[in-house]
Nanobody, 124 residues
Framework: QVQLVESGGGLVQAGGSLRLSCAASGRTFSMYDMGWFRQAPGKEREFVAYISWSEISTDYADSVKGRFTISRDNAKNTVYLQMNSLKPEDTAVYYC?????????????????WGQGTQVTVSS
């Protein structure tokens, strides 16, 4: 029943910033934990960031700590990923995901709903 649509991807230079948005449907959006994942060409999909439904807890992959910030606006049914100090290795398709249970926050299998993805390309 939940549908997620990512936007905000594009081409940026190394050191630049980009903000991704994920618009969610559903009247119970605020009760879902949310996460961002990414998949680079030839690589497996990997965890990027997590935020709980109450915004009490967040988590980040070591590779993006200090550079990326996840946030959500439950009144707008939207989750964001602010990406600063971007590096070429950040180039990937970024996916928004929603978890019903909140278990396995860093694992792809812990999420129940997924968006279609948005491309982020960082040039050197």
């Amino acid at each position: 029943q939940v549908q997620l649509v990512e936007s905000g991807g594009g081409l940026v230079q190394a050191g630049g910033s980009l903000r991704l948005s994920c618009a969610a449907s559903g009247r119970t959006f605020s009760m879902y934990d949310m996460g961002w994942f990414r998949q680079a060409p030839g690589k497996e999909r990997e965890f990027v960031a997590y935020i709980s439904w109450s915004e009490i807890s967040t988590d980040y992959a070591d590779s993006v700590k200090g550079r990326f910030t996840i946030s959500r606006d439950n009144a707008k049914n939207t989750v964001y990923l602010q990406m600063n100090s971007l590096k070429p290795e950040d180039t990937a398709v970024y996916y928004c995901a929603a978890s019903r249970s909140g278990a396995r926050r860093t694992a792809e299998s812990g999420y129940d709903y997924w968006g279609q993805g948005t491309q982020v390309t960082v040039s050197s």
